[in-house]
């Protein structure tokens, strides 16, 4: 593939001169399937990258649950209903418990950026190979 990336392939395929219509039929038809080929390796790889994201940030999902549920049932509704005193221990916990959650919001942010980027580019996985063989020519001949 001489071009810079498949759409340029295509569109150098499709502007070529050829001796009849069946030649340029049989020339397009092999380019696109090639092109969509490649679109649809690529295209699972980057599935399966989206899928591996997902499953690594399971734990701050299930971080952020603890830590809700720590604060909320365990400590502001006993110290707002009054079955819980709000003594040094608890004020301690407290402490502890919001900053836990305020390290967990920044990691929950972190894992919901890096979720819209992998769904960005799954959602445009031809664009996205297509930016991947500018950024990486050496992938062009693969």
Known sequence: MPANDLHDFRLEVRSTVYPNRAAEDAAVAAADEYSFDRVRNFERSLKATAEGHIARQEGVVADATAVTTELRDE????LASGT????QPTIERYQKALSKATST?????????QAEFHAARCDDAYGTYNETLRAYPALRNR
Request: glycine content about 0%; aromatic content about 6%; overall charge neutral.
């Open 105 to 113: 919001v920044a990691r929950l942010r972190e894992a919901a950026k």
């Open 75 to 78: 400590l502001c509704f006993p």
């Open 84 to 87: 819980l005193d709000a003594d």
